[in-house]
């Protein structure tokens, strides 16, 4: 996203490509323009079908052996949940040559470690708003030939609709009963690569890492985060304890003192947590594919980011439970509501599992 500013920030211009920009005066959108949709105060002065433009570009990227094209529009929470059911999503549409769109690098082998056999990957450089804005209505679009398929859109928003008549919604029936996957299915689980794993060994021993750490991960996107004492505190008690500390952040590596921290990819935090003695975590997406690894997690609840959707950490908790998936354990994993436990008691509760 670029962002330019004009007299004091008076006059504001965000964009993100030349289909994709808004003019604002004050905070107020003054004209926009959304995947070709033109809006002038609000209101729409020009539209065309911008969806099938979207899709013929794609399409010019694709080879046309494929019968279906798979998007997962969401990061690594939602999209665990797809993954792991993804084969069993395939037989549920027939499809018989089906390709999976990966849309950001960073989910390779992330991507890679439930691809079922006979499912192809390719990148194609999509934008995120791109995608949910084509699939905003429907979750399969055919066009000339092939289908595209992009099952849940609005999963927070949604849930958070149906719990007035479905008190014990959650995401992960949410998402495969949006995909038409039967309930009780067993799951895939991430099977990582050896390329990966050797990489990670490599890692540990450059870090000096060692056999007795925890993963802290201070962050997240979505959650509001925890105050940097709170996390000093806590990596203070776990050394105290002769942990080694290796710190999952782009923020806190710098200010946790002693702490070890590496670039990794998804897949080889995926590797690391197998050799860990547990992961404390704020609960966004990245540990609810963790749990994945079988070892001791602890996950805190706070509010969601921005009030719209208006999650607190107690709604969150109860939608975004981990125990909703299938095989995590409750004496593997605890979670933790952080309005109701927070500062010196949480940190001290932690440290009683270590």
């Given at each position: 996203m670029i962002k330019h500013s004009l007299f004091g920030?008076?006059?504001?211009?965000?964009?993100?490509?030349?289909?994709?920009?808004?003019?604002?005066?004050?905070?107020?959108?003054?004209?926009?323009?959304?995947?070709?949709?033109?809006?002038?105060?609000?209101?729409?002065i020009h539209k065309h079908d911008s969806v099938r433009k979207w899709l013929d570009e794609?399409?010019?990227?694709?080879?046309?052996?494929?019968?279906?094209?798979y998007i997962l529009r969401h990061n690594i929470g939602e999209s665990y949940v797809e993954l792991m059911h993804l084969g069993d999503t395939l037989e549920a549409n027939k499809s018989t040559n089906p390709l999976l769109i990966l849309w950001d690098k960073k989910y390779t082998g992330f991507y890679k470690m439930f691809l079922p056999k006979g499912m192809d990957i390719q990148y194609v450089d999509l934008q995120q708003a791109d995608i949910h804005s084509a699939f905003d209505r429907e979750a399969i679009v055919r066009h000339n030939g092939q289908r595209f398929i992009c099952s849940t859109q609005r999963i927070a928003q949604n849930m958070k609709k149906q719990m007035a008549t479905k008190p014990d919604v959650n995401f992960y029936d949410y998402i495969n009963n949006a995909a038409g996957i039967e309930k009780g299915k067993p799951s895939t689980l991430p099977k990582p690569s050896i390329e990966a794993t050797q990489r990670v060994i490599f890692k540990i021993k450059r870090m000096e890492l060692s056999d007795k750490f925890i993963i802290l991960c201070p962050e997240a996107t979505s959650l509001v985060e925890l105050k940097n004492e709170f996390w000093e505190k806590l990596a203070e008690g776990l050394r105290?304890?002769?942990?080694?500390?290796?710190?999952?952040?782009?923020?806190?590596?710098?200010?946790?003192?002693?702490?070890?921290?590496a670039r990794m990819t998804i897949e080889e935090l995926f590797i690391l947590a197998q050799h860990s003695q547990g992961i404390i975590s704020l609960a966004s997406g990245l540990p609810v594919f963790l749990t994945?690894?079988?070892?001791?997690?602890?996950?805190?609840?706070?509010?969601?980011?921005?009030?719209?959707?208006?999650?607190?950490?107690?709604?969150a908790m109860q939608i975004y439970s981990v125990y909703h998936l299938p095989g995590v354990s409750k004496?593997?994993?605890?979670?933790?509501?952080?309005?109701?436990?927070?500062?010196?008691?949480?940190?001290?509760?932690?440290?009683?599992?270590?």
């Open positions: 920030g008076l006059i504001q211009l965000k964009k993100r490509d030349k289909r994709n920009y808004r003019w604002s005066i004050l905070g107020l959108s003054v004209f926009s323009c959304h995947m070709g949709q033109q809006k002038l105060f609000g209101l729409t794609m399409q010019s990227h694709i080879d046309k052996k494929y019968d279906d094209i105290d304890k002769g942990y080694d500390i290796f710190v999952n952040a782009h923020d806190h590596d710098t200010i946790l003192q002693n702490a070890k921290s994945a690894a079988g070892v001791k997690m602890d996950l805190l609840y706070t509010n969601f980011v921005g009030r719209k959707l208006g999650y607190n950490s107690k709604l004496e593997l994993v605890k979670e933790y509501d952080t309005a109701k436990l927070k500062g010196q008691n949480l940190i001290e509760t932690l440290l009683q599992r270590y």
